[in-house]
T-cell receptor, first 111, second 114 residues
């Protein structure tokens, strides 16, 4: 059974600092998704990672996937207050439809 | 190009009442998925439907919960005799054909049971 763990669960950081959120999954998974969720809102798709070694960047966020280590990372560069939100990763095995979500990382960027 | 639509966005029910949540998939999508998000948690898969068929309901509670996706009209998630523990955000997602197609999520319905 596929399980997904994120850490840290809570992250408070100063503006301008860098940090990384980790997403580990338990069995072979070929697809990894990162989402942002603001309080009371829906999921905003950030990145879709479909192959080992995939790296994608958008603004201050960069995501990568290492399928051999069963690890994806979301790196935040020079954080700004607007990045405060909860970030979820979700994994799915190739040929299946069930997304398995991590518990989320609540990020708070302090001015 | 409208995305996944859900209504209502907020729903308040008293214990024992029925809750009915609706989801219209993106245009061209024939696969619908329902997920539940309890407070401070990630989303949990509930059910996967195609038109007139339930493909996988392994995440649905055995009692009081049902889902359908009729030939015409939206998919409906029905919760009978709601209890306080049903309070959560319910998200619908849709995808095109094939299990590897990306799922696109709707805005969610936030159910509060008094």
């Amino acid at each position: 059974e596929l399980k997904v763990e994120q850490n840290p669960l809570f992250l408070s950081m100063q503006e301008g600092k860098n940090y990384t959120i980790y997403c580990n999954y338990s069995t072979t998974s070929d697809r990894l998704y990162w989402y942002r969720q603001d309080p009371g809102k829906s999921l905003e798709s950030l990145f879709v990672l479909l192959s080992n070694g995939a790296v994608k960047q958008e603004g201050r966020l960069m995501a990568s996937l290492d399928t051999k280590a069963r690890l994806s990372t979301l790196h935040i560069t020079a954080a700004v207050h607007d990045l405060s939100a909860t970030y979820f990763c979700a994994a799915a095995r190739s040929g299946t439809y069930k997304y398995i979500f991590g518990t989320g990382t609540r990020l708070k960027v302090l001015a | 190009n409208a995305g996944v639509m859900q209504n209502p966005r907020h729903l308040v029910r008293r214990r024992g009442q029925e809750a009915r949540l609706r989801c219209s998939p993106m245009k061209g999508h024939s696969h619908v998925y329902w997920y539940r998000q309890l407070p401070e948690e990630g989303l949990k898969f509930m059910v996967y439907l195609q038109k007139e068929n339930i493909i996988d309901e392994s995440g649905m509670p055995k009692e009081r919960f049902s889902a359908e996706f009729p030939k015409e009209g939206p998919s409906i998630l029905r919760i009978q005799q709601v209890v306080r523990g049903d309070s959560a955000a319910y998200f619908c997602a849709s995808s095109g054909t094939g299990p590897d197609n990306e799922q696109f999520f709707g805005p969610g319905t936030r159910l509060t049971v008094l």
